[in-house]
């Protein structure tokens, strides 16, 4: 009786899906990676527009000089990475670029268009080059899987009469993630527009997604996917840390990237099985 009805379940909503498919068809997309369906109404040049404005204030700041170390070290991460991004997008209006900026929390999120920013406490928590690149790669993966666009038009759906910035900043501030990013200097300066495009949490499903495209992107990239285990292990266990001082840095992290013990766990059987279907490949 239950499978019966789990079966009519099923068809409904690939009745509904079909049905959405052949109106909005130019809408829907497979993610690369995961191949799962998407809903977005945002190209990447889209994406992009609403990003370039805040991008373009960061940049015009010039490099702050504690930071120049570090930005050096991104930028040769980078250059692995971004290659080992190009067979993964489908559209060449996405362009990555890195930028780190002086905070005392540990902080990583991607502009809409590809544009990374790193805060400079993430370089006193990382242990390797491995584990900053599982960061990069992981937000990287965001702007691949179009997360951006695809959390906007879900929340435009929902909210239908809304002007779309009102209900993101609704949806920003209730998810607790304006604190973490007000409180650098720098992005104080920009305006609550801006802040909107960028303060955009991710669903616990893109999180999951962004970090098995980042797995993937690792790989082509020659790093070490297994090293992002440890990396959300050490960064669970300091929830409830001792050490009241690290749990201050990654509190605006974990408020958009969920981190619980699973997750690294899940993570790990992902990569597990990843290395196992390539080995058994001819
Ligand atoms: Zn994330």
Not at 248 to 257: A, D, N, R, V
Request: charged letters at 25%; one cysteine or more.
């Amino acid at each position: 009786m239950l499978q019966q009805g789990m079966v009519q379940l099923q068809e409904a909503s690939k009745a509904v899906l079909d049905s959405a498919k052949e109106r909005y068809g130019q809408y829907f997309r497979t993610v690369p990676v995961t191949k799962r369906t998407q809903f977005t109404l945002y190209t990447p040049a889209a994406e992009g527009e609403f990003g370039a404005p805040l991008w373009k204030s960061i940049c015009s700041f010039p490099l702050q000089s504690k930071v120049k170390a570090h930005q050096k070290r991104i930028d040769g991460l980078a250059s692995r990475l971004i290659p080992a991004s190009l067979p993964l997008l489908d559209d060449s209006a996405i362009t990555f670029e890195f930028r780190v900026i002086s905070s005392n929390a540990f902080n990583a999120f991607c502009i809409p268009g590809g544009k990374v920013i790193v805060y400079s406490r993430v370089f006193e928590v990382v242990k390797d080059d491995d584990e900053l690149a599982f960061v990069l790669a992981h937000e990287m993966s965001h702007t691949i899987a179009r997360h951006w666009g695809e959390g906007v038009t879900r929340e435009q759906f929902r909210k239908q009469g809304l002007e779309i910035p009102q209900s993101l900043a609704n949806w920003a501030s209730r998810e607790g993630v304006w604190n973490a990013v007000i409180s650098t200097n720098i992005l104080r300066k920009l305006d609550q527009g801006s802040l909107v495009v960028m303060t955009l949490p991710h669903s616990r499903d893109m999180e999951a997604e962004a970090d098995k495209i980042a797995v993937t992107l690792m790989l082509q990239a020659g790093f070490r996917p297994e090293a992002a285990v440890g990396l959300w292990q050490r960064l669970a266990d300091s929830k409830g840390s001792a050490d009241s001082r690290f749990s201050q840095w990654i509190q605006g992290f974990l408020s958009h990237h969920p981190s619980e013990v699973s997750r690294g766990e899940s993570l790990k059987q992902y990569i597990d099985a990843v290395r196992a279907e390539s080995k058994a490949k001819p």
